[in-house]
């Protein structure tokens, strides 16, 4: 007769090897710092299960899991654990903890706690390149480490920000073929990078709701060389037979290897990855100069989050203002990012700068004076 057939005068409980786990997972989802279960608790859901228990057996399972548990956590042999929990009177090197004024067990995760969870879920959520369902099962899994309590106030804070997101489902997969394709090992394997190809997605005015392929459907091939993440989107850096370009991740499709070598090392070792992805994400592209703004002292963090404080100057001018000397790509992007802060911000230097920031303030005047009847 089988354990699992143990009839009710055979001896043997039904499901012993079963009940370890299972009260780990018990606990696990429903105990935390602040919620505990006592015993009883512990073995009425053990019986709700189908498994026979009484509660010394459940307390022998617990100090079983603590074992093991730091067994693994240590990589050492069972009998240096169980010397090691000997010597821990205050309990810290337990994962199953007994509160004696609250008479119960809990979970004490030491590798992270409530606030690393909700950060990493609210992260999922806030990137752009993942659908609306794949956040929400990414966020299943990390809330997976947290009780369940814990993971319904988490959940719930996270999902309440409403966020555009990508209807793109082929994302994830995109960037796993792309980080193949960059590797130097597969599984263990030797490889030697590789090329790409995909079709490119756009929007079309006829129908906003859906995106069409650009170039009439024909496919890009590019040497993919790095993964860059910028205002929750997911960004290639390739080269494609001409220079360096960024695409978007959630606007390619059907991603594969041609097993063709990768071009362009030359041209990827010649930029800052740092430095480009500040010029392209910014789209500041244009000649570099030299440039001295005056700000109000309100906007500071302003300034120094756009300019950083590595290569630019700050100096304070009286009591309300402050100027900032950098290098910048000037550009009418970089002109309506000044015109943004109105009269709180004002071009000091080079004159031929200033000169160039009148005619584009002139020419966007100029584009909203009345029509002559």
Not at 40 to 45: C, G, L, S, T
Request: glycine share 4%; with cysteine.
């Amino acid at each position: 007769m089988t354990e699992g057939n143990a009839g009710p005068h055979s001896g043997k409980r039904l499901n012993q090897k079963l009940k370890p786990y299972v009260v780990l997972q018990y606990l696990l989802k429903n105990t935390d710092e602040n919620v505990v279960s006592s015993a009883q608790d512990i073995v009425a859901y053990l019986e709700e299960c189908g498994i026979d228990a009484e509660r010394r057996s459940v307390y022998r399972d617990i100090k079983d899991i603590n074992l093991v548990a730091l067994m693994l956590e240590e990589d050492c042999s069972v009998d240096e654990a169980k010397e090691m929990l000997e010597d821990d009177e205050d309990d810290e090197l337990k994962i199953i903890v007994y509160d004696p004024h609250r008479k119960g067990f809990y979970v004490r995760q030491r590798h992270y706690d409530q606030n690393d969870i909700r950060l990493l879920a609210e992260c999922v959520y806030a990137a752009k390149f993942v659908t609306e369902g794949q956040a929400k099962r990414l966020v299943d899994v990390v809330c997976g480490f947290v009780s369940e309590r814990q993971a319904d106030r988490i959940k719930h804070n996270a999902f309440l920000v409403d966020r555009i997101k990508t209807e793109n489902k082929s994302v994830l997969n995109n960037i796993s073929i792309i980080n193949d394709a960059m590797s130097l090992r597969i599984d263990g394997v030797t490889h030697k990078p590789e090329k790409i190809r995909f079709k490119y997605l756009k929007y079309a005015i006829e129908d906003v709701s859906k995106q069409v392929e650009r170039r009439s459907g024909a496919e890009y091939v590019v040497s993919p060389y790095q993964l860059l993440i910028n205002d929750g989107n997911y960004y290639l850096l390739a080269y494609d037979r001409k220079k360096i370009r960024t695409y978007r991740v959630d606007r390619m499709k059907g991603v594969s290897f041609t097993r063709e070598p990768r071009e362009g090392q030359e041209e990827f070792d010649k930029i800052d990855v740092r430095t480009y992805a500040q010029r392209v994400f910014s789209m500041y592209s244009g000649k570099k100069k030299r440039v001295t703004i005056r700000f109000i002292n309100m906007l500071l963090d302003v300034a120094v989050e756009r300019f950083g404080t590595k290569d630019a100057q700050y100096s304070a001018v009286d009591d309300k203002h402050f100027t900032v000397t950098a290098e910048v790509e000037i550009s009418d992007l970089f002109f309506g990012w000044l015109l943004g802060f109105g009269r709180r911000v004002k071009i000091l230097y080079p004159s031929d700068v200033l000169e160039d920031f009148r005619a584009y303030i002139e020419k966007m005047r100029d584009m909203y004076m009345p029509d002559e009847e």
